[in-house]
């Protein structure tokens, strides 16, 4: 079971840290990806890293502005995200797979775990 936390509601230009969290498993050896879904819109790949921990993958939409990283000890993942805009606004989930390689970070269907999502609201 996967859970994130820090969500929240930020004004435009601000920040804010996700973080994504297993319960009772270690994330060693595991995909890990962030998606975001805002009303009425499909579910859109926002940032991941591969099994390895080696290769990190962000969407356009978000690259210079959110920063994806995990713990050492591989238990949870973090979005760190600056420069906020309206258009951020959703909710954001973090999923896992032990199976996806780099070339499938942005395929949502390939992941096995999924969190509760939480809500990031951006003020303009």
């Known amino acids: 079971q996967l859970v994130e936390t820090g969500g929240g509601l930020v004004q435009e230009g601000g920040s804010l840290t996700l973080s994504c969290a297993a319960s009772?498993?270690?994330?060693?050896?595991?995909?890990v990806g962030w998606f975001r879904q805002a009303p009425g819109k499909e579910r859109e790949y926002v940032a991941g890293?591969?099994?390895?921990?080696?290769?990190?993958l962000y969407a356009d939409t978000v690259k210079g502005r959110f920063t994806f990283s995990r713990d050492s000890a591989r238990t949870s993942v973090s979005l760190q995200m600056s420069s906020l805009k309206p258009e951020d606004t959703a909710v954001y989930y973090c999923?896992?797979?032990?199976?996806?390689?780099?070339?499938?970070?942005?395929?949502?269907?390939?992941?096995?775990?999924w969190g509760q999502g939480t809500q990031v609201t951006v003020s303009s």
């Open positions: 999923a896992a797979s032990s199976t996806i390689i780099f070339g499938y970070l942005r395929a949502a269907d390939k992941y096995t775990y």
């Open positions: 009772g498993r270690s994330l060693r050896g595991y995909a």
């Open positions: 890293v591969d099994r390895t921990g080696g290769s990190i």
